[in-house]
């Protein structure tokens, strides 16, 4: 199990963070999130005042910002030129920048390569929106989450506070553009299985993941 990789995507609210989690501790694996390393970025941007919509003045800092990713599934960090920067990642402002900023060609290269560094040899359940079709194509197992927007909005509002009606709408803008732009956005990978979330517990859903692994552990 120790070189495998499992590819986890889909749209915020999904469950994609904590299935991910609980799928990395079940199975002894290293958990990589790679939404944090994209709000890491954009945290970056806004702090030396870059214009996040402006993709050529991202694109002209975008070697700068030295981003470290902790990959403990019990307690993930990450970390901006030394800075713990998991609270400050979550913010209305970081929010609202971070689709605009994973938009830009050169963020995704930069962060691809890291991600990449990351995975190394494997044994790591990795999230985000292009990790089965881009970041580990390979991946034996890649999995498609998903869930209706009220449930996610619902899920979001209750992690992280604010009115449900605002949170869903922030999820819908966010997944316009992640949907949208040309690199890289979110899609379901080929040979990926998709779960629809919306009527399972967490626990069910962090179960079917894991038969899923084994399965595939089994045939290799
Ligand atoms: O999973 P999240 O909501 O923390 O992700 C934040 C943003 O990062 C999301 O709006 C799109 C972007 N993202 C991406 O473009 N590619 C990834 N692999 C992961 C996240």
Same mark, same amino acid.
């Given at each position: 199990?120790?070189?495998?990789?499992?590819?986890?995507?889909?749209?915020?609210?999904?469950?994609?963070?904590?299935?991910?989690?609980?799928?990395?501790?079940?199975?002894?694996?290293?958990?990589?999130?790679?939404?944090?390393?994209?709000?890491?970025?954009?945290?970056?941007?806004?702090?030396?005042? =870059?214009?996040?919509?402006?993709? *050529?003045?991202?694109? $002209? @800092?975008?070697?700068?910002?030295?981003? /470290?990713? &902790?990959? !403990?599934?019990?307690?993930?960090?990450?970390?901006?030129?030394?800075?713990?920067?998991?609270?400050?990642?979550?913010?209305?402002?970081?929010?609202?920048?971070?689709?605009?900023?994973?938009?830009?060609?050169?963020?995704?290269?930069?962060?691809?390569?890291?991600?990449?560094?990351?995975?190394?040899?494997?044994?790591?359940?990795?999230?985000?929106?292009?990790?089965?079709?881009?970041?580990?194509?390979?991946?034996? =197992?890649?999995?498609?989450?998903? *869930?209706?927007?009220? $449930? @996610?909005?619902?899920?979001?509002?209750? /992690?992280? &506070?604010? !009115?449900?009606?605002?949170?869903?709408?922030?999820?819908?803008?966010?997944?316009?553009?992640?949907?949208?732009?040309?690199?890289?956005?979110?899609?379901?990978?080929?040979?990926?299985?998709?779960?629809?979330?919306?009527?399972?517990?967490?626990?069910?859903?962090?179960?079917?993941?894991?038969?899923?692994?084994?399965?595939?552990?089994?045939?290799?």
């Amino acid at each position: 199990m120790s070189s495998l990789v499992v590819a986890i995507d889909g749209p915020s609210g999904s469950g994609k963070s904590s299935t991910s989690r609980g799928v990395a501790a079940r199975l002894g694996l290293r958990y990589l999130d790679t939404g944090a390393m994209f709000r890491a970025m954009t945290w970056w941007m806004l702090r030396h005042d =870059v214009d996040v919509h402006d993709p *050529a003045a991202v694109a $002209a @800092r975008v070697a700068e910002p030295l981003v /470290e990713s &902790g990959t !403990d599934p019990l307690g993930p960090t990450i970390h901006v030129d030394g800075l713990d920067a998991s609270v400050a990642i979550r913010s209305d402002e970081v929010n609202a920048g971070v689709s605009p900023v994973s938009a830009v060609p050169e963020v995704r290269a930069r962060l691809l390569e890291l991600q990449r560094a990351i995975i190394g040899d494997g044994g790591i359940v990795v999230e985000g929106r292009d990790i089965g079709s881009v970041v580990a194509p390979d991946a034996p =197992v890649k999995i498609y989450l998903s *869930a209706d927007p009220q $449930a @996610r909005a619902v899920r979001r509002a209750a /992690e992280a &506070g604010g !009115d449900v009606a605002t949170t869903q709408e922030s999820l819908l803008a966010r997944d316009r553009i992640d949907s949208g732009r040309t690199t890289a956005p979110l899609v379901m990978a080929d040979g990926a299985v998709h779960i629809d979330t919306t009527p399972y517990t967490l626990d069910q859903v962090i179960s079917r993941v894991v038969a899923l692994v084994e399965g595939a552990e089994a045939r290799a």
